[in-house]
């Protein structure tokens, strides 16, 4: 399922070159994005970087300074909010207290159609849906916060939109929940086949739940990939900070064909990378590496290129993983993240202990700056 990569594909939505001011501040600066059907799409981004204005502008709440949008080709501005295929879930889902479940759902469907019938079959697929059948007769507050999620979800998907628009809608659930409901939307989003855009600021629901994420920054799209492609091969020390845990050696490059010596510490051995794209001798060049592509050893290894020794400053144990934070000959503090299995000699390993940090030259990338 990639329609991104298929030229063949015509986008569901279409932003292109979409500028929103509120006054002379700039909230979305002239960005473009297409999203496909049956695509599961989430925004991330830092606080105020233009995701629920994002959101507004599909829902019709907002409307672009300038650029248009288009929803299965046709401009979003000539079309009232009312009467655009889309629906959105809010993330404090205002159900009504005095209705049942099963007439919470219905309740769109009543002021479109008069057909109680269609009406009813509707109400009872949308229950098998999101497995509400037994709460039928039940009020919002004689049910959990996870049933009233699904609640939301049914009655936002009961008409059909092409497009449903999902605003943090997890983040009043704990923890446990928060990641079972996860399972459950891509589950009755695949089954309904309808395009989803959610805003999180859990980059872990994002990962888990989307087919692409958007990375955002300041009302533009720094990088738009599948979660695979955003933690692999970020495309800037932003979004590699953004996304999950990761060492940046920052230094000065020389080429050497396709492999690049960073010099990024006075009397530190250098670290060696692979170029995606040419570099500059002298350019300043940043080496991300993932902690958990960093191995970690009380013994010297031998012949290895990437080698770093440094001290123990701190272990975190999260039972399955380990991750030791190791301070190496400039002072910085690099990440060596392993997995607790049993023969693992990081079993030995503790405070203040003089250690060696490795890791190949392609388990991390070259970035600019
Ligand atoms: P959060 O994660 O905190 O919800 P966000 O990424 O959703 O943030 P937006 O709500 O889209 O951010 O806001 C983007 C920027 O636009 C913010 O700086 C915000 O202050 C500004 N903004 C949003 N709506 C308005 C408005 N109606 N008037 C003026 N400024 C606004």
């Known amino acids: 399922f990639a329609p991104w990569d298929d030229p063949n594909q015509k986008p569901l939505i279409q932003f292109q070159n979409v500028t929103k001011k509120f006054g002379t501040f700039t909230a979305i600066d002239d960005l473009s994005l297409d999203i496909y059907e049956r695509e599961f799409f989430a925004l991330l981004g830092p606080s105020g970087c233009g995701k629920t204005t994002m959101m507004r502008m599909l829902a019709g709440f907002e409307t672009p300074t300038s650029g248009t949008i288009r929803l ?5 501005g000539q079309t009232a909010p009312n009467k655009r295929a889309v629906n959105m879930m809010f993330q404090s889902y205002a159900l009504f207290p005095h209705l049942s479940v099963w007439e919470n759902i219905a309740f769109g469907l009543k002021r479109e159609s008069k057909d109680k019938d269609a009406i009813a079959a509707r109400v009872e697929e949308m229950l098998r849906l999101t497995r509400l059948g037994k709460f ?12 009233r999620q699904r609640v939301a979800l049914a009655r936002s998907l009961a008409k059909s939109p092409k497009l449903l628009l999902l605003d943090e809608p997890l983040g009043a659930l704990d923890k446990k929940l928060r990641e079972e409901t996860q399972f459950e939307l891509m589950d009755i989003q695949e089954k309904t086949g309808t395009t989803f855009v959610i805003v999180t600021h859990d980059q872990e629901e994002a990962m888990t739940v989307a087919s692409r994420v958007a990375v955002m920054d300041e009302g533009r799209l720094v990088q738009v990939a599948t979660p695979a492609d955003i933690y692999e091969a970020p495309n800037s020390v932003y979004v590699a900070d953004f996304i999950g845990d990761v060492n940046i050696i920052e230094g000065n490059a020389t080429p050497d064909g396709d492999r690049v010596r960073i010099d990024w510490a006075e009397g530190q051995p250098a670290i060696w990378g692979t170029a995606q794209k040419p570099v500059a001798s002298g350019e300043r060049i940043s080496f991300a590496i993932r902690p958990e592509k960093v191995t970690i050893s009380k013994e010297k290894p031998e012949d290895r290129r990437n080698l770093l020794e440094g001290e123990v400053i701190d272990i975190a144990y999260l039972g399955n993983i380990s991750t030791f934070h190791v301070k190496v000959g400039n002072g910085q503090i690099i990440k060596a993240q392993s997995a607790n299995t049993r023969r693992l000699a990081n079993r030995d390993i503790t405070w203040e202990d003089r250690v060696w940090l490795t890791f190949t030259e392609t388990a991390g990338v070259l970035l600019e700056g």
């Open 72 to 76: 299965s080709g046709q401009d979003l």
């Open 136 to 147: 039928a007769k039940r009020k919002p507050h004689q049910i959990s916060g996870g049933q």
